[in-house]
């Protein structure tokens, strides 16, 4: 069992940065998967935000990547989503993903194994 843990989200200011960590509890090593962040605002849908490979190859969501970086540091276990200029619309719960096939995150969240429970972000003026 994979349990995904994400920590980094709170309030944040419309034209900030915020940095969203996911680290896996137990002796897990979410190298061995491919990782994504995945966000869904409230009544809306569970979208895929970005997607990292084993082998370090990114995946952003086209409305987004000018403002995304995904990355992963496999020393420390955890797997990152730097989003700059935030913006209201950037409100949701932020989930932490990961599955054996770069591909099953890229095409998620159908699919997809493994899941946090979620970070909410809240984006103000």
């Known amino acids: 069992q994979v349990r995904l843990v994400e920590s980094g989200g709170g309030l944040m200011q419309a034209g900030g940065s915020l940095r969203l960590s996911c680290t896996a509890s137990?002796?897990?090593?979410?190298?061995?998967?491919?990782m994504g962040w995945f966000r869904q605002a409230p009544g809306k849908e569970r979208n895929l935000v970005a997607a990292?490979?084993?082998?370090?190859?990114?995946n952003y969501a086209d409305s987004l990547k000018a403002r995304l970086t995904i990355s992963r540091d496999s020393a420390k276990n955890t797997v990152y989503l730097q989003m700059d200029d935030l913006k209201p619309e950037d409100t949701a719960v932020y989930y932490c993903?990961?599955?054996?096939?770069?591909?099953?995150?890229?095409?998620?969240?159908?699919?997809?194994?493994?899941w946090g429970k979620g970070t909410l972000v809240s984006v103000s003026l």
């Open positions: 993903a990961a599955d054996d096939l770069f591909l099953s995150v890229v095409r998620g969240p159908k699919g997809v194994d493994y």
């Open positions: 990292i490979s084993r082998d370090g190859l990114k």
């Open positions: 137990g002796l897990i090593s979410l190298k061995l998967f491919a």
